[in-house]
């Protein structure tokens, strides 16, 4: 018997990032930028879009992304996936040890 794996277009991740999309890009306009969601604590890698990228934070703070055109997300140990134009929520991802504390998943 064969196992199809159904996968969410919807759904990014690399390594310690998690893209969901929530919504099309619309009327955002993303700028043209370097873009650096997180760098390693341990290896200094970084997961970033490159400087021909359009993308940008929505707001202050750095939970939601506008991504205005086609973009790869580049880090030096994982493929980079294309990001497609849309909204994109960026969940801080949690682990659980076995004393059950959660903990923030890094590089």
Excluded at 57 to 71: D, F, I, N
Aim: include cysteine; hydrophobic fraction near 35%; glycine fraction near 10%.
């Amino acid at each position: 018997m064969e196992t199809r794996l159904k996968l969410n277009p919807g759904i990014i991740r690399q390594g310690d990032v998690l893209l969901v999309r929530t919504g099309d890009a619309g009327s955002v306009k993303a700028a043209r930028q370097a873009l650096v969601l997180r760098e390693g604590e341990a290896t200094g890698h970084k997961h970033q879009f490159m400087a021909e990228s359009r993308v940008s934070y929505l707001g202050r703070t750095q939970e939601k992304l506008a991504v205005g055109a086609p973009a790869a997300l580049r880090h030096e140990e994982h493929g980079p996936p294309t990001v497609l134009p849309g909204i994109y929520d960026l969940p801080v991802q949690c682990e659980w040890d076995d004393s059950m504390e959660p903990r923030v998943v890094a590089d």
